[in-house]
């Protein structure tokens, strides 16, 4: 083995002072890529020679792989035989994030990182470490790459990039060289010996009745007029099907028999127009005539069926999406004890399916069982078994329809997906907003929320109009189509039985009567099934309507007024419970005073929540009454006195979105500053902007992607960037460590100051500073007053302080601990000192500011006369805001963790600043921009799959997406995309409206939630 390369071959020298110079240094690691075009062109062709497969190949999870021939060359000069590699595995990254071919080759006694320079066909080699040297090894998750990264003294290095496709290889390198640096003999498998991985995470393929129904009709007088002119399509449509038969008769008649004398006034009049008079030799032309207005008076029929459709349609839509609006808006007012009883998902299906079924009503009418009453009433002399396909039967017309019909399917299945698809965001919309409907009433935002179902809603709306359109104008057309066949029987039969070389065919009246008696049976076999109809129709108008017909208890009185609160609240002799005869709360009688910071504590289920509700009027007293500023609540409207008042609720409730907009859902217009102050203030500030994406992570359902403790440190900013005249904390800090409680308390300390705090908390540590105490049990307040008034009455507090220091100090505490229990807890909880300074976020002067790039990766800063290194950089809003708003933080560990200070604008900093940073902030946010689409379609080889072949700042790409996985594609930004595919690697429409026309429309196809 060969001595150790100068330091100077392991960590190449970075200039501190300019970015520029690091760039150049750093080169080598480029290798002059971006210098000529025909490097470019062969790392494209890497790239995109062929379709991404799915499931992971060997060279994404091999650890030792045959390496190249360069760098087994390489390997050679420096006396490394082949069998002495340990492990050998290559990246697709080099450190700059730039598209290359890295190999990191790991000895008994070295690791080594060679950068493949395709245009100068050779290998260089960028890192080498000595494997003793080596304390620590890890790997950095960042946006869309990771890093391998070596510990060598008191800080890790960046060894080699790599994008989220070989995330897995390189956890596996890491953890072999952590053994092998602990002493460890390691043995990796040769890629040979590698089975090829199945395919993983493809999705599974499976693949009074009557008052009712007159009061249903009070609904749809709006749409009377287009009712009206419906039914008139209606009659007109039966009226139109009715002829075709007599000219049947008249052809078979006249025309085929030659019975000229009993010919109808109404042919003579036609055939004397068109001067074709009575007369044997003329009869072919009657023929042609008499099938001619057969295929017109079809046409014309179709015609009409289309405007008919068109209209039953419009008038469907609109009443389900009027009903669903009236429904919604009913749901919200409800109070809560209303959802409380009922199953969120039944509410759900009275707003979605119930009134789907209902919204059918219309079509009914025009296609359904009225226009069949019509038909059969019309038909009603023709009782007949028929055989209506022989009318049917006919060559020509059949692969017409058949090729209209793949055009057909190919047209109305992404029309279907996408109704589908707004279906179930219709109920995902509802489900959300019903299962947090307390928040909701908290912050006061029904008239938000309707206005984001009202979204919602016209989206479904318009998927349920373009797929009832594309059946009406498919449908009718084909029916059309399919009568051709009968029409071109009739010329071939007639055709043969005048010419009188051919043989004859008996014809009659029967054929007629045949005609009508198919008119006549298909309607009446569908009206039996009118009753099951008309039962689910009333069944489900009964749902809809016992909704309506709600009542709604909290309502404000007449002469409800705005008023500006102060937060003085007052309970006087109030008695309530869910159950009028099983009182929660009896005779509470107290008073809390503008800035006065009190105190709830009792057993569970003692009435501490409950009393909670009967302040923000979730429910009014039975007896006695509720008052803020000397004001019965009735008397305050319901809008005004939730909006100022905070609440934080012990399971707190967080919405499908991103941090920001729930953060920000009680006050969407809220400033950035503004927010990222209660943030920080609810200690949330620290692990939001460690997060990927930041403040614009999105979460999922009831906070899902979060912890309990984050939850409820984002409910607490929530409740803050409010700014409440009263705030209400039910066990807000629960679920957060020791270390997260103590700062939110320091930082609620200064927060209370003007406002009216309540705090209901079973940790009494948490109520140390209260100005008072309200001890509950059993509903009754049994004891009020501070902290040491409380222990000095030896009472219910005083027994549930003993228990806890009893618990802190453990069970097999002895007796002199046991005694120095109430002395402890006498001096546990100081009366509160309102002098505690409200945090606030530290926005860095830019003229003060200096950052320079460390040669480990990390940023060096000098802010005045304060100096810190191994810092870094973090957007705290990614995406909406990627240039404003930059996070400076230091530290490893969660305890160590220091923000360091936050760039309002990097445009503002010094170029050499401004470039240092943003080189930071490139290698943690790998990412690339789509320019233009090319075109995306579905995997040949994987079903559910779609392969993208787009256009980057990166070049060309090829990625693969699952199909049907919403979360595969969000919005970002104003009015952006993200993009993740199989591995997780991101890619970013910034704006949909930059991309041009075709790239739109080719996006839009395929993704259109």
């Not at 994404?60 to 002495?84: M, N, Y």
């Not at 009190?598 to 008052?627: A, Q, W």
């Not at 309102?834 to 976020?841: G, K, W």
Request: with cysteine.
């Amino acid at each position: 083995m060969p001595d150790k390369q100068p330091k100077e071959s392991r960590n190449r020298p970075v200039s501190k002072n300019a970015h520029q110079e690091n760039r150049v240094e750093r080169s080598p690691l480029r290798g002059g890529r971006r210098g000529t075009a025909k490097n470019r062109d062969k790392q494209a062709a890497v790239r995109n020679r062929e379709e991404p497969s799915i499931a992971k190949t060997p060279a994404t999870v091999a650890l030792k792989r045959e390496v190249p021939a360069r760098v087994s060359e390489a390997l050679a000069e420096r006396g490394i035989k082949p069998d002495q590699i340990k492990m050998a595995t290559n990246s697709d990254l080099d450190i700059t994030g730039e598209y290359s071919e890295t190999w990191v080759v790991v000895t008994d006694t070295h690791l080594l990182v060679y950068w493949l320079d395709l245009e100068e066909d050779t290998a260089i080699l960028s890192k080498e470490i000595a494997i003793a040297d080596i304390s620590g090894v890890r790997t950095d998750t960042r946006v869309g790459s990771g890093f391998l990264e070596v510990k060598t003294g008191e800080v890790y290095e960046e060894i080699v990039r790599y994008s989220n496709r070989h995330g897995e290889k390189f956890a596996k390198v890491a953890s072999q060289l952590t053994s092998l640096s602990g002493g460890r003999d390691i043995d990796v498998k040769p890629e040979a010996e590698l089975a090829e991985d199945l395919l993983r995470g493809r999705p599974e393929m499976r693949v009074r009745r009557g008052t009712v129904f007159f009061r249903f009709l009070k609904y749809t007088r709006k749409y009377n007029l287009a009712m009206a002119g419906a039914m008139a399509l209606v009659v007109l449509t039966i009226a139109i099907s009715l002829f075709p038969q007599q000219l049947v008769k008249v052809l078979l008649d006249q025309v085929m028999e030659g019975d000229i004398e009993n010919a109808p006034t109404w042919f003579s009049s036609l055939t004397a127009a068109f001067g074709l008079e009575a007369a044997p030799e003329v009869r072919i032309y009657w023929l042609y005539l008499l099938v001619g207005l057969l295929a017109l008076t079809t046409l014309l029929g179709s015609i009409v069926g289309i405007l008919r459709e068109f209209l039953s349609v419009w008038i469907n839509n609109h009443l389900g999406l009027e009903m669903r609006r009236r429904v919604f808006e009913k749901l919200q007012d409800l109070e809560v004890r209303y959802h409380e009883e009922r199953p969120v998902g039944s509410l759900m299906t009275r707003c979605s399916q119930d009134i789907e079924t209902l919204q059918a009503f219309p079509n009914q009418l025009t296609s359904g069982f009225g226009f069949q009453l019509l038909q059969v009433t019309g038909v009603a002399a023709v009782m007949f078994w028929m055989n209506w396909r022989l009318g049917l039967i006919a060559c020509v017309p059949a692969p017409i329809v058949m090729f209209f019909t793949v055009i057909f399917y190919r047209l109305v299945v992404p029309k279907w997906r996408k109704y589908w698809t707004a279906r179930s965001d219709l109920n995902t919309s509802l489900f959300a907003v019903l299962s947090g409907v307390r928040v909701v009433k908290a912050f006061a935002q029904e008239r938000r929320e309707g206005s984001r179902f009202k979204k919602v809603s016209s989206r479904f709306y318009r998927a349920g109009t373009n797929v009832g359109y594309a059946q009406a104008m498919f449908y009718p057309p084909m029916s059309f189509v399919f009568q051709l066949g009968s029409y071109f029987i009739w010329i071939s039969g007639g055709s043969q039985l005048l010419d009188p070389t051919g043989s004859s065919i008996t014809i009659g009246e029967l054929i007629a009567f045949l005609g009508y008696l198919g008119m006549f049976y298909a309607p009446l076999n569908s009206l039996t099934q009118m009753s099951t109809w008309f039962t689910q129709f009333t069944t489900q108008a009964h749902r809809v309507f016992e909704v309506l017909d709600q009542t709604t208890e909290i309502d404000d009185d007449p002469d409800a007024v705005d008023v500006e609160i102060q937060g003085s609240i007052s309970f006087h002799d109030v008695t309530f419970g869910y159950d009028p005869h099983i009182p929660v709360l009896k005779n509470v009688t107290f008073d809390i005073h503008p800035g006065e910071m009190v105190g709830i504590v009792g057993h569970s289920g003692c009435g501490k929540s409950t009393t909670v509700g009967l302040i923000m009027r979730f429910y009014d007293p039975n007896e006695g009454e509720v008052t803020v500023d000397n004001i019965e609540l009735h008397k305050v409207k319901k809008q005004c006195l939730r909006r100022q008042i905070g609440l934080v609720a012990q399971d707190p409730h967080l919405f499908r979105g991103t941090v920001a907009e729930n953060i920000a859902y009680g006050n969407p217009d809220v400033a950035p500053e503004r927010l990222l102050n209660a943030a920080l203030q609810a200690n949330a500030h620290m692990f939001i902007t460690r997060n990927h994406d930041g403040y614009d992570s999105r979460i999922g359902e009831r906070g899902a992607g979060l912890s309990g403790g984050e939850r409820q440190r984002v409910a607490i900013s929530r409740a803050l960037v409010t700014n409440p005249r009263i705030l209400i904390l039910d066990e807000a800090t629960s679920s957060v460590d020791t270390i997260s409680e103590r700062e939110i308390q320091n930082a609620l300390e200064a927060l209370s100051r003007g406002r009216t705090t309540i705090a209901i908390a079973h940790r009494l540590s948490t109520l140390k500073n209260c100005d008072r105490i309200l001890v509950f049990e059993e509903g009754e307040i049994r004891e009020q007053g501070s902290h040491e008034q409380l222990m000095a009455m030896r009472g219910m507090y005083w027994r549930l302080v003993q228990t806890q220091m009893e618990l802190a100090i453990g069970p097999g505490a002895t007796e002199e601990e046991a005694a120095g229990i109430e002395t402890t807890a006498a001096q546990a909880a100081p009366r509160r000192v309102r002098h505690a300074q409200v945090p606030q976020i530290r926005y860095l002067d830019p003229k003060k500011l200096h950052v320079h790039t460390l040669e480990q990766g990390d940023l060096s800063i000098t802010y005045g006369e304060e100096e810190y290194d191994h810092v870094r950089a973090y957007r705290c809003f990614p995406v909406s805001r990627p240039t404003e708003f930059i996070a400076l933080w230091t530290g490893d560990t969660a305890l160590e963790h220091h923000e360091v200070g936050v760039v309002r604008r990097l445009r503002e900093l010094s170029p050499g600043s401004r470039l240092a940073i943003e080189y930071e902030l490139q290698k943690r946010y790998f990412i690339h921009y789509i320019q233009e689409i090319y075109s995306i379609r579905e995997s040949r080889e994987n079903i559910g799959f779609l392969v993208w072949d787009v256009k980057s700042d990166k070049g060309d790409m090829r990625f693969v997406t699952r199909r049907f996985d919403r979360h595969a594609v969000v919005e970002g930004g104003k009015n952006g995309r993200i993009i993740f595919d199989i591995d997780d690697n991101r890619y970013e429409i910034v704006d949909m409206d930059e991309l041009d026309k075709e790239s739109r429309a080719i996006f839009l196809t395929h993704i259109y939630w």
